[in-house]
């Protein structure tokens, strides 16, 4: 990879500042636009206040996740919003471009400039990463909220992909009793062989009442009215899982139980963490094409 490039990260949440700030470490010339103004001077940073420049990167990062709706940029540490297409406009097809978690808009936006937008966030190496955070990231919301110890608590992990395994491992290593319920049957095989008791999720509904905490990393409805009954008033339920989320909380706030929907916790339990493995995962994009 090239030494020093042109880079450009655009808008996003305490990662990305922290992502602009690292790369500037590197070496790197950096600018930032629709993300704040940091609160002390960084060299080789330069605070942009148009995106008319930006065609002059070699690479340019947009947030994790890139879009709010409605072609606007994420950008929640900006004071205002910026619509997506004026940003694109200035792009051209030569440059690397890059978001996190792209939606089908954005990428009809960039489709129709004849712009390739690569997915850092679909890379195996930043998912990985980003478990390490939202697992521990789970274990802090349980402390706060949590009537009683994790240790000896009985835990449930809903799902038992590489989030559903790490957040898991850490309730176990903390003295908590972890059962896992998972759709596929080599998860439920590993979670039995690393100790955890373990149930096909099809048959949730009837065994959720002993439950102190219920996590789930499931983006799917597996948490509906029916199962919902059966949990006990002051069970903790933490949702992992990304948009459209695991459970119904309409049906929640009926029955009185309270919901956690724990969105982009890397970002806001880890945001140093966060930016690094974002780093990290778009270096490895650039080599591979050849920067």
């Known amino acids: 990879m090239k030494h020093e490039l042109n880079i450009w990260v655009v808008g996003g949440d305490p990662r990305q500042a922290r992502l602009a700030q690292l790369l500037a470490e590197d070496g790197h010339t950096v600018h930032t636009y629709a993300l704040g ?14 995106p008319r420049r930006v065609g002059r990167a070699d690479c340019v990062i947009l947030p994790l996740t890139v879009s709010t709706g409605g072609g ?54 930043l998912a990985i990463a980003n478990a390490v955070p939202t697992a521990e990231g789970a274990v802090q919301l349980a402390m706060e909220h949590m009537p009683v110890t994790i240790h000896g608590s009985r835990v449930l992990l809903i799902g038992f992909g590489r ?9 176990q290593a903390l003295g908590a009793k972890v059962s896992v319920a998972a759709r596929k049957y080599d998860q ?81 339990v880890a945001p140093v963490t966060a930016g690094a493995a974002i780093r990290n995962t778009i270096y490895n994009m650039l080599r591979e094409i050849g920067y």
Not at 37 to 50: A, I, K, R
Not at 163 to 171: K, M, P, S, W
Not at 254 to 265: H, R, S, Y
């Open 37 to 50: 103004t940091p609160q002390e001077p960084v060299p080789g940073l330069t605070v942009e206040h148009s």
């Open 72 to 125: 606007l940029l994420n950008a929640p540490l900006a004071l205002s919003e910026y619509p997506l297409a004026p940003i694109l406009d200035q792009l051209s097809p030569s440059q690397f471009l890059c978001g996190g978690r792209l939606d089908p808009e954005t990428r009809e936006l960039a489709r129709e400039r004849e712009l390739t937008i690569h997915d850092y966030f679909a890379r195996e190496e």
């Open 163 to 171: 989030v559903g395994r790490l957040t898991a491992q850490r309730f």
């Open 188 to 268: 439920l095989a590993w979670a039995q062989a690393m100790g955890f008791a373990g149930e096909h999720l099809a048959q949730l509904k009837g065994w959720l009442c002993g439950y102190d905490l219920i996590v789930n990393t499931v983006p799917a409805r597996v948490l509906g009215r029916e199962e919902l009954e059966d949990v006990k008033p002051d069970c903790l339920i933490l949702d992992l899982a990304s948009k459209p989320g695991g459970v119904d909380l309409g049906a929640a706030g009926e029955l009185g139980l309270t919901v956690i929907w724990a969105l982009a916790l890397p970002g806001k």
